[in-house]
T-cell receptor
């Protein structure tokens, strides 16, 4: 079965600091990888996704993620965070060709607090 | 705005009661997914419907059931409610049930509080 691990549960940064959130998944086949963000009181929004091609993916709001197949990782990065990046970040995976469903399996989430 | 509509946004009820949560997917999306988000369990996949048929089942309790109607909207029925059922219930939709286009679009959620 697929699973997703996010190692950082809570991260506190000052504005302008760099961010890297870890995500590892377990699945032997082809996967799609996603990072979703949930701002306080809001629904999940897609930050970025990886389906195939260039393993360095750029998303909205200056976020990027790198897919490293050999490490089963899809870490999220941002060079300089802002107070408005305070949110919960979820890594997710699905197996587009491994079954009959597109259901996403989510990690437990990382709560990011950016101090002004 | 994701295009996925969920009602009600908030619901407060008592233990033992039954509630129905409703979801309208994005126009053109045939798949609907239900997720439960709670503090201790995180985001848990409950169930998926595709064009009216159940496609995948996750950690859904027997007290819970869902269906997708011919107009593609879906309902999640929660019965014999317990305190631990208090959570945010998200609906998501996608075009297909599987395949390369794996992106899910989420609604704003229905927050259920069981007292």
């Amino acid at each position: 079965a697929q699973s997703v691990s996010q190692h950082n549960h809570h991260v506190i940064l000052s504005e302008a600091a760099s961010l890297e959130l870890g995500c590892n998944y377990s699945y032997g086949g082809t996967v799609n990888l996603f990072w979703y963000v949930q701002y306080p009181g809001q629904h999940l929004q897609l930050l970025l996704k990886y389906f195939s091609g260039d393993p360095l993916v750029k998303g909205i709001k200056g976020f990027e993620a790198e897919f490293i197949k050999s490490k089963f990782s899809f870490n999220l990065r941002k060079p300089s965070v802002q107070w408005s990046d305070t949110a919960e970040y979820f890594c997710a995976v699905n197996a587009p060709y491994g079954g009959a469903t597109n259901k996403l399996i989510f990690g437990t989430g990382t709560l990011l607090a950016v101090q002004p | 705005d994701s295009g996925v509509t969920q009602t009600p946004k908030h619901l407060i009820t008592a233990t033992g009661q039954r509630v129905t949560l409703r979801c309208s997917p994005r126009s053109g999306d045939l798949s609907v997914y239900w997720y439960q988000q709670s503090l201790d369990q995180g985001l848990q996949f409950l169930i998926q419907y595709y064009n009216g048929e159940e496609r995948a089942k996750g950690n859904i309790l027997e007290r819970f059931s869902a269906q997708q109607f011919p107009d593609l909207h879906s309902e999640l029925n929660l019965s014999s409610l317990e305190l631990g059922d208090s959570a945010l219930y998200f609906c998501a939709s996608s075009v297909a049930h599987s395949g390369a286009s794996g992106e899910l679009f989420f609604g704003e959620g229905s927050r259920l509080t069981v007292l």
